[in-house]
């Protein structure tokens, strides 16, 4: 009998940019698909031009790494410029953005420390 507790999970996401949703994202890995897991990982595309995404706030941390592209994490104390291999931390609840600045599509992987991505506020922005 396998043990699936030490087994790996593989995941992907496949975004679709003409959706029309602004900052379209996705969970990889959360309880969902690997059900003894603490912590979950997603990740976000926002295509170049659009608006900044709806404004959240997240009950738990969230780290986030910048995969691709360069952009701006909007807050109402300061806006942080940020791009390809940065890595951001984001405390609970507070309220926060993305926009796309560059001319590629920007692509964030994050995580919160939570099996699933935690309630949140949203906001337009």
């Known amino acids: 009998m396998t043990n699936h507790k030490y087994q790996p999970v593989r995941a992907s996401a496949e975004l679709d940019p003409s959706s029309g949703q602004v900052g379209e994202s996705a969970m990889l890995l959360s309880d969902i698909n690997v059900p003894d897991i603490n912590q ?3 990740v976000a595309a926002v295509q170049p031009g659009e608006p900044a995404t709806a404004e959240l ?15 701006e994490l909007i807050t109402s104390a300061v806006t942080v410029e940020f791009s390809k291999g940065d890595a951001i931390y984001i405390p609970a609840d507070l309220k926060h953005a993305l926009r796309n600045t560059g001319e590629s599509v920007l692509v964030s992987v994050f995580s919160f420390p939570a099996p699933n991505r935690p309630a949140d506020s949203t906001t337009p922005h």
Not at 58 to 69: I, K
């Open 40 to 42: 979950c990982l997603g």
């Open 57 to 71: 706030a997240h009950s738990t941390a969230e780290v986030m790494f910048v995969a691709e592209g360069r952009g």
